[in-house]
């Protein structure tokens, strides 16, 4: 069966950096888009990212030139880099795959705090 689980997450001060990685497995990874979501407390889940099974990237336009999405179709593992971090990107960090139906993982809490 599908399965998504996402790593990386945590505490950073204003201005770090993280990681985030997203293990895929129980589909062709190859062939399928994936992205990345969050969703802070109180809010609605809002795309971040996506990345075409070639490569090919977009981004939504509050995280544009900050998070850079890539993919590993070896290690069937999507990234997201997210840089200059602000308080306001707190929130529960998701990967997606849409097959037959839309696939999420767990997802990883990341906390942008002093």
């Known amino acids: 069966q599908v399965r998504l689980v996402e790593s990386g997450g945590g505490l950073v001060q204003p201005g770090g950096s993280l990681r985030l990685s997203c293990a895929a497995s129980?589909?062709?990874?190859?062939?399928?888009?994936m992205r990345w979501y969050r969703q802070a407390l109180g809010k609605e889940r809002e795309f971040l990212a996506r990345?075409?099974?070639?490569?090919?990237?977009n981004y939504e336009d509050s995280v544009k030139g900050r998070f850079t999405i890539s993919r590993d179709n070896a290690e069937n593992t999507v990234y997201l880099q997210m840089n200059s971090l602000k308080p306001g990107d707190t929130a529960v960090y998701y990967c997606?795959?849409?097959?037959?139906?839309?696939?999420w993982g767990n997802g990883t809490l990341v906390t942008v705090s002093t």
């Open positions: 990345v075409s099974g070639s490569g090919v990237t």
């Open positions: 129980g589909f062709n990874f190859n062939a399928f888009a």
């Open positions: 997606s795959v849409i097959i037959d139906l839309q696939y």
